[in-house]
Protein backbone atom coordinates (compact mmCIF):
# COMPACT_ATOMS: atom_id res chain seq x y z
CA UNK A 1 0.00 0.00 0.00
CA UNK A 2 1.34 3.37 -0.98
CA UNK A 3 1.32 6.79 0.82
CA UNK A 4 -2.00 8.07 1.21
CA UNK A 5 -4.39 9.45 3.22
CA UNK A 6 -4.36 7.99 7.10
CA UNK A 7 -8.77 8.05 7.14
CA UNK A 8 -8.15 6.12 3.22
CA UNK A 9 -5.56 4.03 4.76
CA UNK A 10 -7.31 3.03 8.02
CA UNK A 11 -11.14 2.40 6.43
CA UNK A 12 -9.18 0.32 3.82
CA UNK A 13 -8.28 -2.41 6.56
CA UNK A 14 -11.98 -2.86 6.67
CA UNK A 15 -12.28 -2.69 10.23
CA UNK A 16 -13.89 1.19 10.61
CA UNK A 17 -15.85 2.96 8.49
CA UNK A 18 -14.18 6.18 7.55
CA UNK A 19 -16.61 7.75 9.69
CA UNK A 20 -15.30 6.06 12.49
CA UNK A 21 -11.67 6.38 11.72
CA UNK A 22 -12.17 9.81 12.00
CA UNK A 23 -13.55 9.75 15.44
CA UNK A 24 -10.26 7.55 16.17
CA UNK A 25 -8.28 10.73 15.06
CA UNK A 26 -9.86 13.26 16.76
CA UNK A 27 -9.87 10.49 19.95
CA UNK A 28 -6.06 11.15 19.49
CA UNK A 29 -6.06 7.16 19.29
CA UNK A 30 -4.22 6.85 16.01
CA UNK A 31 -0.36 7.35 16.17
CA UNK A 32 2.08 6.64 12.61
CA UNK A 33 5.78 6.19 14.12
CA UNK A 34 5.29 6.96 17.67
CA UNK A 35 3.51 10.78 16.46
CA UNK A 36 -0.10 10.93 17.04
CA UNK A 37 -1.52 12.32 13.95
CA UNK A 38 -4.61 15.01 14.62
CA UNK A 39 -6.05 15.48 10.91
CA UNK A 40 -7.56 12.52 9.36
CA UNK A 41 -6.71 13.88 5.70
CA UNK A 42 -2.58 13.91 6.89
CA UNK A 43 -0.82 11.48 4.71
CA UNK A 44 1.12 8.58 6.20
CA UNK A 45 3.44 6.06 4.31
CA UNK A 46 2.01 2.59 6.10
CA UNK A 47 5.59 0.66 4.80
CA UNK A 48 8.03 2.99 6.63
CA UNK A 49 5.78 4.13 9.89
CA UNK A 50 4.56 1.66 12.10
CA UNK A 51 0.39 2.45 12.56
CA UNK A 52 -1.05 1.91 15.75
CA UNK A 53 -4.92 2.13 16.58
CA UNK A 54 -5.06 2.12 20.54
CA UNK A 55 -1.72 1.49 20.73
CA UNK A 56 -1.82 -2.14 18.53
CA UNK A 57 -0.09 -2.27 15.49
CA UNK A 58 -2.27 -2.42 12.55
CA UNK A 59 -1.25 -4.91 9.38
CA UNK A 60 -2.33 -2.03 6.03
CA UNK A 61 -2.18 -5.74 3.88
CA UNK A 62 -3.70 -4.39 0.95
CA UNK A 63 -6.35 -7.30 1.27
CA UNK A 64 -8.88 -8.47 3.65
CA UNK A 65 -9.41 -12.48 4.85
CA UNK A 66 -13.04 -13.12 6.66
CA UNK A 67 -13.82 -16.62 8.27
CA UNK A 68 -17.35 -16.82 7.66
CA UNK A 69 -19.46 -19.46 9.79
CA UNK A 70 -21.96 -19.80 7.21
CA UNK A 71 -25.72 -20.22 8.47
CA UNK A 72 -28.19 -22.10 6.24
CA UNK A 73 -30.45 -19.81 4.66
CA UNK A 74 -28.29 -17.07 2.32
CA UNK A 75 -27.27 -17.37 -0.78
CA UNK A 76 -23.26 -17.60 -1.53
CA UNK A 77 -23.19 -14.85 -3.74
CA UNK A 78 -21.83 -11.02 -3.48
CA UNK A 79 -25.44 -10.02 -4.53
CA UNK A 80 -29.00 -11.14 -5.26
CA UNK A 81 -32.18 -9.30 -6.78
CA UNK A 82 -34.46 -11.51 -4.01
CA UNK A 83 -33.05 -13.27 -1.38
CA UNK A 84 -30.24 -12.33 1.24
CA UNK A 85 -26.46 -13.08 0.49
CA UNK A 86 -23.88 -13.89 2.92
CA UNK A 87 -22.32 -10.93 2.29
CA UNK A 88 -25.18 -9.44 4.13
CA UNK A 89 -23.85 -10.61 7.43
CA UNK A 90 -20.72 -8.00 7.07
CA UNK A 91 -20.68 -4.40 8.03
CA UNK A 92 -21.12 -1.92 5.27
CA UNK A 93 -17.22 -1.08 5.04
CA UNK A 94 -16.57 -4.85 4.48
CA UNK A 95 -19.04 -5.29 1.78
CA UNK A 96 -17.69 -1.79 -0.03
CA UNK A 97 -14.21 -3.39 -0.44
CA UNK A 98 -15.62 -5.93 -2.88
CA UNK A 99 -14.88 -9.34 -1.15
CA UNK A 100 -16.75 -12.11 -2.39
CA UNK A 101 -16.82 -15.89 -1.08
CA UNK A 102 -14.00 -18.38 -2.11
CA UNK A 103 -16.11 -21.28 -3.60
CA UNK A 104 -19.99 -21.48 -3.38
CA UNK A 105 -21.76 -23.41 -0.49
CA UNK A 106 -25.29 -24.24 -0.82
CA UNK A 107 -28.18 -22.12 0.30
CA UNK A 108 -28.74 -24.71 3.32
CA UNK A 109 -25.02 -25.91 3.64
CA UNK A 110 -23.43 -24.56 6.76
CA UNK A 111 -20.12 -24.02 7.94
CA UNK A 112 -16.61 -23.03 6.96
CA UNK A 113 -16.65 -19.81 4.46
CA UNK A 114 -13.68 -17.97 3.51
CA UNK A 115 -14.19 -14.41 1.84
CA UNK A 116 -11.35 -11.99 0.04
CA UNK A 117 -11.21 -9.57 -1.92
CA UNK A 118 -8.00 -10.96 -3.12
CA UNK A 119 -8.59 -12.45 -6.84
CA UNK A 120 -5.29 -14.39 -7.02
CA UNK A 121 -5.83 -15.89 -3.84
CA UNK A 122 -8.78 -17.31 -4.78
CA UNK A 123 -8.21 -18.48 -7.72
CA UNK A 124 -5.67 -20.38 -6.79
CA UNK A 125 -7.21 -21.84 -3.63
CA UNK A 126 -10.03 -23.17 -5.97
CA UNK A 127 -7.84 -24.00 -9.26
CA UNK A 128 -8.91 -27.85 -9.96
CA UNK A 129 -4.89 -28.45 -10.15
CA UNK A 130 -4.43 -27.78 -6.72
CA UNK A 131 -6.43 -29.94 -5.44
CA UNK A 132 -7.18 -28.44 -2.27
CA UNK A 133 -9.35 -30.19 -0.35
CA UNK A 134 -12.85 -29.92 1.71
CA UNK A 135 -14.18 -31.64 5.03
CA UNK A 136 -17.39 -31.76 5.42
CA UNK A 137 -19.54 -33.76 8.02
CA UNK A 138 -23.06 -34.92 6.19
CA UNK A 139 -25.76 -36.45 7.99
CA UNK A 140 -27.85 -39.27 5.84
CA UNK A 141 -30.61 -41.06 5.08
CA UNK A 142 -29.99 -44.86 6.01
CA UNK A 143 -26.13 -45.27 7.08
CA UNK A 144 -23.14 -44.88 5.13
CA UNK A 145 -21.18 -47.98 5.02
CA UNK A 146 -18.00 -49.99 3.73
CA UNK A 147 -19.11 -50.39 0.14
CA UNK A 148 -20.25 -47.00 0.26
CA UNK A 149 -16.52 -45.97 1.68
CA UNK A 150 -14.92 -48.21 -1.47
CA UNK A 151 -17.16 -46.71 -4.08
CA UNK A 152 -16.00 -43.43 -2.94
CA UNK A 153 -12.58 -43.83 -2.93
CA UNK A 154 -12.37 -45.43 -6.44
CA UNK A 155 -13.81 -42.63 -8.22
CA UNK A 156 -17.30 -42.26 -8.04
CA UNK A 157 -19.53 -42.17 -11.59
CA UNK A 158 -22.35 -39.84 -11.18
CA UNK A 159 -25.50 -40.59 -12.45
CA UNK A 160 -25.07 -37.94 -15.48
CA UNK A 161 -21.58 -39.35 -16.25
CA UNK A 162 -19.90 -37.30 -14.50
CA UNK A 163 -16.74 -38.77 -12.89
CA UNK A 164 -15.74 -37.72 -9.58
CA UNK A 165 -11.78 -38.03 -8.53
CA UNK A 166 -11.63 -40.27 -5.48
CA UNK A 167 -13.01 -39.15 -2.29
CA UNK A 168 -12.75 -39.84 1.42
CA UNK A 169 -15.84 -41.69 3.25
CA UNK A 170 -15.88 -42.10 7.24
CA UNK A 171 -18.52 -43.35 9.29
CA UNK A 172 -18.97 -41.38 12.11
CA UNK A 173 -20.87 -43.75 15.20
CA UNK A 174 -23.93 -45.76 13.98
CA UNK A 175 -23.14 -44.37 9.70
CA UNK A 176 -26.18 -41.80 9.45
CA UNK A 177 -23.51 -39.05 10.50
CA UNK A 178 -20.16 -38.96 7.87
CA UNK A 179 -17.07 -37.17 7.19
CA UNK A 180 -16.82 -36.80 3.25
CA UNK A 181 -13.36 -35.54 1.89
CA UNK A 182 -13.10 -33.64 -1.26
CA UNK A 183 -10.23 -32.81 -4.06
CA UNK A 184 -12.30 -31.02 -6.22
CA UNK A 185 -15.50 -28.77 -6.05
CA UNK A 186 -18.04 -29.72 -8.41
CA UNK A 187 -21.67 -28.91 -8.21
CA UNK A 188 -23.61 -30.55 -5.20
CA UNK A 189 -21.20 -32.94 -5.20
CA UNK A 190 -21.73 -34.31 -1.81
CA UNK A 191 -24.78 -34.24 -2.31
CA UNK A 192 -24.94 -36.15 -5.63
CA UNK A 193 -22.24 -38.37 -4.61
CA UNK A 194 -24.25 -39.70 -1.76
CA UNK A 195 -27.34 -39.67 -3.28
CA UNK A 196 -25.79 -41.75 -6.05
CA UNK A 197 -25.09 -44.14 -3.11
CA UNK A 198 -28.68 -44.27 -2.07
CA UNK A 199 -28.03 -42.05 1.01
CA UNK A 200 -29.50 -38.81 0.49
CA UNK A 201 -27.75 -36.39 2.27
CA UNK A 202 -29.87 -34.52 5.13
CA UNK A 203 -27.87 -31.66 6.18
CA UNK A 204 -24.44 -30.60 4.98
CA UNK A 205 -21.68 -28.63 6.70
CA UNK A 206 -18.48 -27.92 6.01
CA UNK A 207 -15.64 -28.08 8.49
CA UNK A 208 -12.31 -27.17 6.55
CA UNK A 209 -10.80 -26.14 3.59
CA UNK A 210 -7.58 -26.93 2.80
CA UNK A 211 -5.67 -25.68 6.36
CA UNK A 212 -8.61 -23.60 7.51
CA UNK A 213 -10.77 -25.14 9.88
CA UNK A 214 -13.76 -23.65 11.27
CA UNK A 215 -13.19 -21.68 14.78
CA UNK A 216 -15.52 -23.58 16.96
CA UNK A 217 -15.76 -20.19 18.67
CA UNK A 218 -17.69 -18.56 15.83
CA UNK A 219 -21.78 -19.10 16.42
CA UNK A 220 -23.64 -19.87 12.59
CA UNK A 221 -23.53 -16.27 10.73
CA UNK A 222 -20.69 -14.55 12.91
CA UNK A 223 -17.36 -14.03 11.62
CA UNK A 224 -13.60 -12.58 12.00
CA UNK A 225 -10.57 -11.63 10.41
CA UNK A 226 -8.58 -15.04 9.46
CA UNK A 227 -5.37 -14.77 12.14
CA UNK A 228 -1.68 -14.15 10.66
CA UNK A 229 -0.88 -18.00 10.84
CA UNK A 230 -3.92 -18.87 9.24
CA UNK A 231 -3.37 -16.88 6.63
CA UNK A 232 0.25 -17.49 6.04
CA UNK A 233 -1.02 -21.22 5.89
CA UNK A 234 -3.25 -20.26 2.98
CA UNK A 235 -1.01 -18.46 0.75
CA UNK A 236 1.25 -21.13 1.33
CA UNK A 237 -0.81 -23.68 -0.02
CA UNK A 238 -2.23 -21.23 -2.83
CA UNK A 239 1.46 -20.62 -3.87
CA UNK A 240 2.16 -24.23 -4.27
CA UNK A 241 1.93 -25.59 -7.55
N1 LIG B 1 -21.33 -30.35 -1.89
C1 LIG B 1 -22.66 -30.13 -1.91
O1 LIG B 1 -23.43 -30.95 -2.33
N2 LIG B 1 -23.11 -28.94 -1.43
C2 LIG B 1 -22.30 -27.98 -0.92
O2 LIG B 1 -22.78 -26.94 -0.49
C3 LIG B 1 -20.92 -28.24 -0.90
C4 LIG B 1 -20.46 -29.43 -1.40
Given at each position: MSIDRIDKLLSATGRWSRKEVKELVRQGRVQAGGRTVLRPEEKVDPAALPLTVDGAALDCAPFVYVMLHKPAG??????DRNQPTV?????PELKRRGLFPVGRLDKDTTGLLLLTDDGTLAHNLL?????VDKLYRAQVEGRVDEADRAALAGGLALGDGTVCLPAGLEPVGDGSVCLVTLHEGKYHQVKRMLAARG????SLHRLAMGPLTL??????GKWRFLTAQELEELCRLGAAT
Open positions: LLSATELDLLPSPKKHKPVVDQGLEP
